[in-house]
């Protein structure tokens, strides 16, 4: 009878830690560490504020002065420490009339276009060369 008891113990204290392990909040940027592939490391959860998981710099118009026209205004884990490890990021794109963002890759990457204000023609080339246009409104 002791050694199922110990058995049993030893089972559960095993799934406690698992379920434990298994459960990630968040990874909020650490900027004191480098960046690596993977990100930032986790900052220490006893220094994690609410301030960490709010982002307010989209709230400004960018800089469209360029030869572009245009601007982007990322929140991704390098401005937006909460959204580090996530797999998300948002970034705010202003236009002039004319502006574009060149043709560039997100590899492996998606990609949701809200459009706020104005007209924007948007699209993409699949991996098969197959082009996808539209004019959003
Ligand atoms: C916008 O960018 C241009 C070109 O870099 C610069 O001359 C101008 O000062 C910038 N304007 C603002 C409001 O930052």
Request: with cysteine.
């Amino acid at each position: 009878m002791k050694i199922v008891l110990t058995i049993f113990l030893i089972i559960f204290s095993l799934v406690i830690t698992f379920s434990q392990a298994s459960v990630v909040d968040f990874c909020v940027a650490d900027y004191t560490a480098p960046n690596g592939p993977a990100g930032y490391s986790c900052k220490s959860p006893a220094k994690v504020t609410v301030d960490d998981f709010v982002y307010s710099g989209l709230g400004k118009v960018g800089n469209t002065s360029n030869i572009i026209k245009a601007a982007v205004t990322p929140a991704f884990d390098a401005q937006f420490a909460g959204v580090n490890g996530l797999g998300i990021s948002v970034a705010r794109l202003d236009f002039e009339p004319d502006g574009v963002v060149p043709l560039h890759t997100h590899p492996g990457a998606s990609e949701v276009i809200v459009v706020v204000q104005g007209t924007l023609c948007a699209g993409f080339v699949s991996s098969e060369n197959k082009v996808y246009i539209k004019t959003l409104r």
